[in-house]
């Protein structure tokens, strides 16, 4: 076989390679390795990891086995706080925590994962629907679109046409202008009016229930966060917790889309200045972030955390300050403060001048000459 022959043969089969096995490792190093699961994930076992153009692997130091997780799977990437330097990475609904050594090599990793996974691309739209068309007439200056959107008409400048259909009323989620708490005024909706709602997982404090996570239909009222006994919104309720009554709503540190709900068990009960009111506390398990964080601003707008800073106690006026319009000077100021807004009327400062003058024209005494 001559060398042309040899050569086409050489690169044939290093076509039929698989493009999987030849891939260039990007990174490599060792790190302590946690899998999340369901009757498992609560301790740290050390393992190498190797991350490719198409997959992160992780090797079991002892065994040798590899579990492969493909970067195209990777749903989400955050630095978490189980550990000093961790990381969590989650795919096809599996939770993986990696802990390295430093802060820079957690962000190198993260860094290299992220920029080849679908969370740092930007991909194009899906499941798009054109709903309105606006166009622009070039001789009015104006949209000719007769059905343009009330808000952008408001934006644009132009005038929006009210329709005649009802419009819902909308709980407010924000303080009103009057300052006073939103559990004092009117929520614009009937008291049994439902503000949120749904299926979550919650696990509620106790002996028993502190150990059992559980599916339960929340609804959340103008007064109260009401928790029913199963998970459709037709069973009874089993708890209803009054919103003034929260104590503190805060996401855990420990447990990603986890919100802890503290309230008093009794708020209105009597209660002594040197011993804390009781308190319970109930965890619920969201979808997403952004699940928790419309229930956490739910919770905290309507409950007693939100109060406005009240007025003083115990004010007592010591002293009144006013302003002589012909002098041009402060009346009524304390000497500390005279000192410094009118140094010219100061004591202190005027006797420092006069010291200063006479020891100005006082001479040097005469000393008679000493005889030779």
């Known amino acids: 076989m001559d060398q042309k022959h040899q050569v086409s043969l050489s690169s044939y089969r290093e076509s039929k390679v698989p493009s999987a096995a030849v891939s260039k490792v990007v ?10 699961s369901t009757f498992g994930g609560t301790s740290w076992k050390p393992k190498r990891l190797e991350l490719d153009a198409e997959s992160l692997t992780i090797i079991n130091l002892t065994s040798q086995k590899r579990t492969r997780i493909a970067l195209r799977d990777i749903t989400e990437l955050d630095r978490t706080d189980l550990t000093d330097h961790s990381l969590g990475l989650k795919a096809k609904n599996k939770l993986f925590n990696f802990s390295f050594s430093s802060d820079p090599e957690l962000y190198d990793w993260q860094d290299d994962i992220y920029r080849r996974c679908p969370l740092g691309n930007y991909s194009a739209p899906f499941d798009f629907v054109h709903k309105s068309h606006i166009g622009s007439d ?23 046409v009210s329709k005649t259909s009802p419009q819902a009323v909308v709980a407010p989620r924000s303080r009103p202008a009057s300052g006073v708490p939103l559990n004092a005024v009117s929520k614009g909706s009937p008291s049994g009016s439902t503000l949120l709602e749904g299926v979550f997982v ?4 106790g002996l028993l229930a502190g150990w059992l996570w559980k599916e339960r239909w929340l609804t959340l009222t103008p007064q109260a966060l009401i928790i029913h006994r199963r998970n459709t919104k037709t069973s009874a309720a089993a708890k209803s917790i009054s919103l003034p009554s929260l104590t503190r709503i ?24 040197s ?36 007025q003083p106690t115990n004010f007592v006026h010591h002293v009144h300050v006013g302003f002589d319009p012909v002098s041009g000077f402060f009346t009524g100021l304390p000497a500390e403060w005279q000192a410094v807004v009118n140094p010219s009327l100061s004591p202190s400062t005027s006797g420092d001048k006069k010291a200063r003058r006479q020891s100005r024209r006082k001479s040097a005494p005469l000393v008679p000459p000493t005889a030779a």
């Open 250 to 273: 805060e996401p855990d540190a420990k447990r990603p889309k986890c919100l802890i709900v503290e309230f008093a068990t009794s708020p209105n009960g009597p209660s002594s200045s």
């Open 275 to 310: 011993a804390p009111a009781p308190t319970d506390t109930v965890s619920i398990l969201f979808r997403s972030d952004t699940d928790l964080y419309t229930w956490r601003d739910a919770l905290y707008l309507r409950s007693a955390l939100s109060s406005p800073i009240g």
């Open 27 to 36: 990174r490599s190093g060792n790190a302590n390795v946690r899998e999340r």
């Open 138 to 160: 070039t001789v009015s200056g104006s949209f000719t679109d007769p059905n343009i959107l009330p808000i952008y008409a408001e934006i644009v400048g132009q005038p929006s």
């Open 202 to 205: 919650i696990k509620q404090a």
